[in-house]
């Protein structure tokens, strides 16, 4: 069964960082294009970063940019979005997702796979 996991959030401090994991079942994920998304309460999931399947091409939303860094390891199947400079408003359940076309250019509904999500919130 095709599964997207996600680890490594938590609370943290403003100001502080994090590094969010996402491990994927299958190596068919390899040649994917992978993604994070966010949802903050009272808010639509949103888009946060996206990396193509070989790394080439990565793509932010502007209130991350210069923040955040997604990367990925095919050898090790997974995706990882280091987060730095983490503001309360980066509060939100984040959402590893992987698509066999593109991610930031896709409607939610179009994407192929989404993980689960892990809660990162960041005090003031």
């Known amino acids: 069964q095709v599964q997207l996991v996600e680890s490594g959030g938590g609370l943290v401090q403003a100001g502080g960082s994090l590094r969010l994991s996402c491990a994927a079942s299958?190596?068919?994920?390899?040649?994917?294009?992978m993604g994070w998304f966010r949802k903050a309460p009272g808010k639509e999931r949103e888009f946060v970063a996206a990396?193509?399947?070989?790394?080439?091409?990565?793509y932010y939303s502007d209130s991350v940019k210069g923040r955040f860094t997604i990367s990925r390891d095919n050898a090790k199947i997974a995706t990882y979005l280091q987060m730095d400079s983490l503001k309360p408003e980066d509060t939100a359940i984040y959402y590893c997702?992987?698509?066999?076309?593109?991610?930031?250019?896709?409607?939610?509904?179009?994407?192929?796979?989404w993980g689960q999500g892990t809660q990162v919130t960041v005090s003031s």
């Open positions: 997702a992987a698509d066999k076309v593109s991610i930031h250019d896709q409607p939610l509904s179009r994407v192929d796979y």
């Open positions: 299958t190596r068919t994920f390899t040649t994917y294009a």
């Open positions: 990396i193509s399947w070989g790394g080439a091409r990565i």
